[in-house]
């Protein structure tokens, strides 16, 4: 089966990273969408609009299902995609709900972009669980910047994350959870500055699940084998050995963060 992972950049890649893992018999493309990157501080309708133009793409390539592997596409363009066309389509949604599984009435610092922090998905998810009085929610809109030139564990970083962080007693609080896929490449920088009770989560294990329910696939992450992956920016296939070299690093950044 063929699978599309879309994204806005590179976020997505932890996503796919994931699912090489644990799928490895399927096939996959993965699409950043390098050229209107980031979608976090772009309008509704822009947004709805690049999305858009990816589907149509990513259907011409006869994928079956499409994980959209993007809090931000996701909280924007899911339902209207998904009322437009009949394959399978998946999104993320931040791991609140987990949280609150593991650590009952314990607060939950929910990190992601603005455009998730500021849209309906978030506060309805938020809302549905019950969780008002449990939930924060914090834009670390930057940290996209910092994934996409590849710069993950600097002073700049560091100094980002503890004066936007810096203001929060934590003692009160379980976990953060990582409401954008751009975040998982700073969990050992954001392990460093929270206190050791602190738990980081992300979607990814939910959203794969849900593709493995609808598509009927099997996991198989005892396997050797490595799976097919194309690569498009923008709808243009990555071929060059320096871009190619790019994915590369960040995937050996995943592999570094995966047991974080």
Known sequence: MKTAFFDSGIGGLSVLHHAMKILPDE?????????NVPY?????????NYVDEAFKFLISQNVEAIVVACNTATSVAVRPM????????????????????LFPEKKVLVAATEMTVKGEKIKKLVEKLNAKKFA?????????????????NSAAVENYLRSELGGYD?????????????????KDTLKKILPAHMKILDGNEGTLN?????AHLKKNPQS??????????SGRRVTSATELNRL???????DEMYLI
């Open 248 to 254: 590369e690093n960040y995937l050996r950044r995943l």
């Open 136 to 152: 924060e929610l914090h834009a670390l809109q930057k940290l996209v910047e910092f994934a996409e030139r590849q710069e993950f």
């Open 170 to 186: 934590f003692k009160n609080f379980s976990s953060i959870v990582l409401g954008c896929t751009h975040f998982n490449y700073f």
């Open 224 to 233: 050797k084998k490595i799976p097919h992956v194309e690569y498009f920016y």
């Open 82 to 101: 998904r009322e437009k066309y009949s394959l399978s389509i998946i999104g993320m949604e931040p791991a609140l709900k987990r949280a609150l599984d």
């Open 210 to 214: 849900r593709l493995i329910e609808l």
């Open 40 to 48: 976090g501080t772009k309008t509704r309708e822009e947004i709805l």
């Open 27 to 35: 096939e996959f493309i993965f699409f950043a969408d390098e050229d």
